[in-house]
């Protein structure tokens, strides 16, 4: 007759010089196992949403009010982020001038920053707490009252319902956002340049027009697409999942927000890294 399994036994059962060891290597083998669980929990979630494209007359007239709440009421943060950041920007440039540096490198220096990394940048990570942490909130609270399982009842695909719209509503308002913010970033550190500081209007716009391409806007547009698509599906992923109640809507939320303030790291450092040598052509 065979011996029992080791798996299958109490750590505690074990002799005491093993159980550091045995804790050790099962801790390690448990959260190897759960990473290939969340990974493959993640995919099937793709799947359904994927299937759930299916249904437009569903989640076509829920995207219009998706639009709204992701990007309409947006609109004031992502503008007074934008304002300050542009202003700031002009103001450091300036004061860390040498002595007989063209004071056009400010209008250049304010155009790169905002457009190329910032804009999209800081307006994806302010968005993720106000847009991903509403979106995980929302749906959590759904999942632990039940009401998903309502909709399930009454035939509607919850995917199609809920997940669809956010996720379409962010591609297409997250970009618009980054549009309307690197407008006013620009804007702000004109003003700010001509106002406080001695940079003359022409020396800024001389700058602002110096080695401009049009792949610099697209660049800012593709980043914010991506930063969309990750606020979605991370924040709709983890609300839709949620569990335990009150404490679990706001553990997931928390969850959410860090997961795709990360994220959103990790897609900018790839982004610039695959094609800021384009920007140079």
Not at 109 to 135: D, I, W
């Amino acid at each position: 007759m065979s011996g029992p399994v080791i798996g299958s036994r109490e750590t505690q059962t074990f002799p005491v010089v093993q159980r550091t060891s045995i804790r050790f290597f099962r801790r390690i083998t448990r959260n190897f196992t759960d990473v290939f669980r969340d990974i493959g929990a993640r995919t099937y979630f793709l799947r359904d949403i994927a299937r759930a494209f299916g249904d437009p007359a569903t989640y076509a007239p829920e995207t219009i009010r998706q639009m709204k709440n992701i990007g309409v009421d947006s609109v004031p943060l992502t503008v007074i982020v934008a304002a300050f950041i542009g202003g700031v920007i002009a103001l450091q440039t300036r004061y860390q001038l040498l002595p007989g540096v063209q004071l056009s490198i400010i209008g250049l220096a304010s155009r790169l920053m905002v457009v190329l990394e910032l804009g999209p940048l800081l307006t994806g990570l302010v968005l993720t707490g106000r847009v991903g942490g509403r979106m995980t909130a929302e749906i959590g609270t759904m999942r632990v009252t039940e009401q998903i399982d309502a909709l399930e009842t009454l035939a509607y695909d919850p995917m199609a319902f809920l997940i669809v719209p956010r996720l379409l509503a962010a591609i297409v308002m997250l970009p618009t956002l980054v549009v309307l913010a690197d407008a006013v970033g620009l804007g702000s550190a004109y003003l700010v340049s001509v106002r406080i500081t001695d940079v003359t209007p022409s020396d800024f716009i001389t700058g602002l027009r110096l080695g401009f391409g049009t792949f610099q806007v697209v660049y800012s547009l593709f980043k914010a697409t991506l930063f969309g698509l990750a606020i979605a599906l991370v924040c709709s992923y983890e609300g839709y999942i949620t569990e335990a109640g009150a404490e679990g809507v706001g553990r997931s939320t928390a969850r959410a927000v860090v997961i795709t303030s990360t994220t959103i790291l990790v897609l900018d450092a790839l982004t610039t890294g695959v094609l800021a040598p384009f920007l140079q052509s």
